[in-house]
C-alpha cells in the first residue's frame, strides 16, 4: 500500500444548515409518518418513491420565492446535463406523472415523504434538509379531488394526536384572486405582483395596514417609509373585500366574495368551486369547526389555478420571549393544472397537499404527545469477564421475550463506568452477576427507575422499605423484568 | 408577472442510473427495513439518521476501489467548503461519533437506514442512489461486540424470512492476514497489493488459479494471458494454506491457520480473536449452521482492520440464462478501528455491518414471501354526479372501518373507463348505485376478484349460480365488503 502523505485532521461537524438526528427523534417522526401513510393509504393513495437527484431541467424553476433557474437548489454539472437535488415533493411528481402517464392509473393518487433539499441561507429553525410529507391526486379535474385532500388532511391531523378544535384547515381558491384582479383591471398590469405580495402580508399589517400598503404607503413599526403600491382607494376597495369576506355562515362569505369579483368569469367560477367544495365537506360532516371558507389564506403565489388551502393549529404555545401566540401553519397545498404541462404539452388537472413534519412533529410536542424520552434497554453488566457467554445468555432469553437488552461492552474493569453507562441508555434495570452470584443461581437485580426516584425524593425509612436493588433466581431473570417494565 | 419566454420542454426522465419506487415497492421494503429495525433494537441499537450531505473534507476518500478524493461521490462547491452526498452510512458514523462523542454513551449502538449515492457509471442492476441498512457498535474493543453483531445479523435474517439453512455467515480476520503476509516477508513489500488482489479473487479461480496468479501467472478462459505476482512456490504456500483453511470443526480450521502464520504476533493474535468469537456463539446457540469461521472471506480491502463478516444466502436461483447459482452475498461488515481516528486523533474501536436492502429485498421475492401484487382500494364509481356526497359518505364509512376505499374522481361520463380503472388499481370490489339503488335504498357489488376468475375459468353454468354482481341493503355496506376482502 503506498503510503498515504498526512494531512490535516478533517473537521468532525455537520455541514451548516444540516442536522443529525437521534433515536427518540428519528423513532417519533416514523411513527408519526407511519400513521399519516395510514390514512393516506385508507383514501386509495399509493406509496412513491421517486430519485432525490432530479435533472435541473425537470425541475425547472418553481421554487417560490426564487426567479433565476439553478438558485435555491444544490446542483452538479454532469457531462451533459446538470443535477440537482429536489427542493420539494411535487416538482418529481409532476416529472414522474410525465414520464410513466401511460402505465399509472387515472387519476393518480400519490403519497410520498422524504427528505427535500434547499440551497437557501440557514438560519435558527431554517434547515437545508427537510422532511415533507405529501399527498396528490393527478388527473381529476373536479373539486372534489380538493374536498377530499381537505378531509383527508383533517383526518390525519386527528389521527397524529391534534384533537378537534385544534386545528382549522382555511380554504380559498386563487380564481378569486384573480376575479379580483380583473376587476381592480389589474389581470395584465405591471402592478399585479406588488398587489399580490401585499395581500400577503394581510396576516401581519391587518385591513388598515394593506389599505394604506395598496394606496399611499405606510409607516411600519420600526419607523421606516414603506412605499405604497400607487392604486386608488376605489381600486383598492375590491381586494380588501376579498380578503376580509369571511364570515360566521359561508353563505354569507360567498356572498361577500361575489360583490368582490362583480362580473368576472373567473372569479365567479372560482366561487362555485368554493360553493362545490363546501357543500360536499358539509355533507361528510366536516364542518367548519374544521374546514372553513376563508379569503384570507393567500398561499405560495408561484404555481396555484384554483382552490389553495392551509392546515393551521389554533392552541397557544408561548414564544421565545414568552408571550402567547398561535403554533400556526403545519400543512399546505392547493391546485396546481399546468405543472405537468410544462413536459406534456397537454394540461393535466392535480391538487395536492403537503404537510411539514417538522412543525407537525413541533406541534405534537408542544401538545405532550411524545415523550421527550425513551425507555433504554436493560443493561447486563460485567462482572466477570470470562462469564461473557452467560451475560450473552441472559440478553438473549429477554430479547426473546421481546425486551430491549445488551451486555456492557465497553472495558468493565470500574463497575462505577458500567452503571454511569446505563444511566445515559436511560436503562430501566442493570443486572449484576459476579461469581457469588453464579455459584448460587441467582441474579442482582438494580431497579434504576425506582433507584433514581428515590435518590431524589425518599426518606431513609422509605428507602429501607423498597430496596432498589434485590436478589431473584437466575430462572426469574424474564418474568421479573418483564413485570419491573409492565408495573 | 413578467411574460415567461418559451422554452423548449424538459424531458420527463429519472436520471440516468436513478430509479423510482412505486406502491408495493415502497412498503414492502418500508415493512423489511421495520422487522431489521426491530431487531436491532431488541438488541439496544438506537436509531441515528445523519444529515445526507457531508463535507467531502469529512467523507474522505474511503469509497472502496476509488483512489482520488472526490471520486465516486457528487460532489459541488459552497462559497468555501465542498459538499457531497454520503456514499455509506459508516463514513458519517465516523464524523458523528467524534462530533459529539462526549454526548453519546460509551459503547455507542447505533443503526441507521436510507439512501446512499455514488457517482459510478450506471449498468443494469447498478444504480447510483441505493439503500443501506446498517449497525455499528462503536467504543467497544473486545471481539464480543463482533460475535454480538453476527448473532444480530442471523436474527435479522430469519426474522425477515430467510429460514434457517438458507443463510450462511461467514467470519475471518484481518489480522491473520496480516499475519500471512508478515510470515511470506510482504508487511512491507511493493508488491503487497497485488497480493490482495490475487486473495480476493479466490472465489472466482480457485485454489490452482490464485497459485499461478501469485507466481508465474495464468491463462484465462478467454485465452488471455494474466501476469502472475511473482512470488516463488514457497512464498505462496502460506497464502494457499490460510484460504484453503475452512475445515469443518472450527478447531481444525484454527489449527491450519495456526500453521500459515507461524510466529507471527498479529496473525496470532487475529486467530485468537477468531477462537473468541466462535467459543461465544457456540454458547449462545449460534453453530456453525448459521455462524462459521472462514478463511475464504476476504472482503473489502480498504479500511477493515479486524474480523470481518459476510452473510450469504446458500439457497439457489436461476441466472438469467437459466442455470442455477447461490443467491451470494447480502450483508457484510467488520471492525474499523480507525475511522474515527480520522477526525480525533485518537484510536477509536468499532464495528458493524452494512445489509443490502434491495439485494435483500431481492432474495425475498426469490424466496416467495412477498407477494408481488398488494390488493387495492375498494371504488365506489360515480353514476350521477349530483349524488357526490352519498358516494363520499360510503368510503367514509369504509374508511372508518379500516377498509382503503375511494369514489372515482375522474370523468364519469363513460362507466367502463371506471371499470377499467377499478381494474388497473387492482381493486377487490367495485360499488355502483345510480337513482334507481338511491330510490330503492340498495346497492349493487361487483366482486372484481371473482370476476376476474369467471371470465378465466368458469362454464356458463358455474358463472350464473356465483353472480359476481349482486344487490346489498344500503345498511349492509361495511359488513358485506369486510365479509368479501375477509374470505
Redesign the interface.
Known amino acids: ?1 503506498a503510503k498515504v502523505k498526512k494531512q490535516p ?7 451548516k444548515g ?6 427518540a ?3 417519533q417522526r ?1 411513527a408519526m409518518l407511519e400513521e399519516i401513510s395510514t390514512v393516506y ?4 393513495f ?10 435541473v ?2 425541475l ?1 424553476k418553481f421554487l417560490p420565492d426564487v426567479d433565476r433557474p439553478n438558485e435555491g437548489v ?3 454539472q454532469e457531462e451533459e ?1 446538470w ?1 440537482a ?1 429536489r427542493y420539494d415533493l411535487t416538482a418529481p411528481l409532476a ?2 406523472y ?3 402517464r401511460n402505465d399509472l ?3 393518480y ?1 400519490r403519497f410520498a415523504m422524504g ?1 427535500v ?1 434547499r440551497n437557501e441561507k440557514p438560519g435558527p429553525g431554517r434547515f ?2 427537510f422532511y415533507q410529507c405529501d399527498a396528490d ?1 393527478v ?4 373539486v ?2 380538493d ?2 385532500i381537505c ?1 383527508m388532511l383533517a ?1 390525519v391531523l386527528e389521527r397524529v394526536g391534534i384533537p378537534r378544535g385544534d386545528y382549522l384547515i382555511r380554504v380559498n381558491n386563487r380564481k378569486v384572486l384573480n376575479g379580483v384582479l380583473e376587476v381592480m383591471g389589474l389581470a395584465e398590469d405591471p402592478r ?2 406588488d398587489v399580490l405580495r401585499t395581500i400577503d402580508k394581510f396576516d401581519k399589517v391587518g385591513e388598515q395596514g394593506v389599505r394604506e400598503l395598496l394606496t399611499v404607503g405606510r409607516t411600519d413599526a420600526s419607523g421606516a417609509e414603506i412605499d405604497g403600491v400607487g392604486l386608488s382607494g376605489e381600486q383598492a376597495g375590491p381586494v380588501l373585500a376579498f380578503l376580509t369576506a369571511k364570515k360566521d355562515r359561508v353563505e354569507d362569505t360567498l356572498a361577500q366574495l361575489r360583490e368582490a369579483v362583480g362580473a368576472s368569469t373567473i372569479g365567479n367560477d372560482g366561487i362555485e368551486e368554493l360553493a362545490e367544495i363546501a ?2 365537506l358539509e ?3 366536516y364542518g367548519p369547526d374544521r374546514i372553513v371558507i376563508d379569503p384570507s389564506v393567500v398561499r405560495g403565489l408561484g404555481y396555484y389555478t384554483g382552490p389553495v388551502y392551509e392546515a393551521e393549529l389554533t392552541f397557544e404555545i408561548r414564544d421565545e420571549k414568552g408571550r402567547p401566540r398561535q403554533f400556526g401553519s403545519v400543512a399546505g397545498g392547493g391546485r396546481y393544472d399546468d405543472l405537468v404541462k ?4 397537454q394540461a393535466v388537472p392535480a391538487t395536492g397537499v403537503s404537510i411539514g413534519v417538522d412543525r407537525l412533529l413541533a406541534a405534537l410536542h408542544a401538545k405532550g404527545r411524545l415523550s421527550k424520552e425513551t425507555v ?2 436493560v443493561i447486563v453488566t460485567v462482572m466477570d469477564r470470562d462469564r ?3 451475560y ?2 441472559m ?2 432469553e429477554l ?1 426473546a421475550a ?6 456492557y ?3 468493565p474493569k470500574n463497575f462505577g463506568n458500567q452503571l454511569k ?1 446505563a444511566d ?2 436511560r436503562a430501566p434495570v442493570a443486572v449484576i452477576a459476579g461469581s457469588e452470584e453464579f455459584d448460587k443461581g441467582v441474579l442482582q437485580i438494580k431497579d434504576l427507575v425506582l433507584g433514581a426516584r428515590i435518590a431524589e425524593t425518599a426518606t431513609h425509612e422509605e428507602w429501607k422499605e423498597q430496596p432498589a436493588q434485590f436478589e431473584i433466581a437466575r430462572g426469574d431473570l424474564v418474568s421479573k423484568i418483564r413485570e419491573m417494565l409492565g408495573g
Open positions: 500500500m485532521r478533517p473537521k468532525a461537524e455537520t455541514p444540516f442536522r443529525d438526528y437521534f433515536g427523534e428519528v423513532s416514523k393509504q385508507l383514501y386509495g399509493d406509496a412513491l418513491e421517486s430519485s432525490a437527484v432530479e435533472t431541467e425537470a425547472g444544490f446542483a452538479w446535463d443535477l437535488l416529472r414522474v410525465a414520464q410513466y392509473p387515472t387519476p393518487r427528505p433539499w437545508r434538509q391526486t388527473g381529476a379535474p373536479s372534489a379531488a374536498a377530499e378531509a383526518d399585479r405582483d357543500n360536499l355533507a361528510q360532516g410544462r413536459f406534456t404539452g433504554g434497554p461473557m457467554a452467560d450473552q445468555a440478553v438473549g430479547r421481546g425486551i430491549r437488552a445488551e451486555v461492552l465497553g472495558n453507562y445515559k441508555r
